[in-house]
C-alpha cells in the first residue's frame, strides 16, 4: 500500500506533500490546533482537503471513492461516543488499538488519545505500532513520541 499526500492543505495543515508504503511508521506532531486530526480524518476520508489531494495505491481518494479506502484501512480516532449500555466497542485506548490492529488491514491511521495515557499505556502504544509496522502495515499516528518518522506540523 502506498500513501501520498500531495500538497495537502486541511485544517491548520498548510501544503503539505508525504509519501508513505508498507511498512512505514510516521508520527505527526505539532502543537495542538494545528490540524493533525483534521488531516488524519481527511486520509480516512471523513473530511475533505481544502486543498492538494490525497492518492492511495496511485488512486485519488475522493468522496465516492472513500468507502471503498476505508474497507482496506483501521481507524482510532482521538475520541469515541459510544452509547449507554454499549458494550460491544472496546472504550479503552489501549484496547481499540489492539482490535484495530488485528484487522489485519493494510493502512493503520492512529490519532492520539483524548485522555493522557499513563507511562506503561504510553510504551504499550509505541510497542504496538511498531510491531503493526513491522509486520507490513502502513502506520500513520498522531504521536510524538515515534521518531523514526517524524513530520511536524
Known sequence: ???ELHNVTVGGVHSLSLTLSNG??????GAKGVG???LLKAVVGLRAVDGGHICIDGE???????????RRMAYVPQHLVVPEDYNRVPTGY???LKKAI???RPLLVVDEPEEELSVEDQQTVDRLLREAAGRGALVLTVNDRIVENQVRL
Do not use: C, I, N, W
Open 94 to 96: 489501549v484496547e481499540l
Open 102 to 104: 488485528a484487522t489485519g
Open 36 to 38: 493533525k486530526t483534521a
Open 24 to 29: 512505514q511508521l510516521a508520527g505527526l506532531t
Open 1 to 3: 500500500m502506498m500513501l
Open 60 to 70: 485519488l481518494l475522493t468522496p465516492k471513492s472513500a468507502p471503498y479506502f476505508r
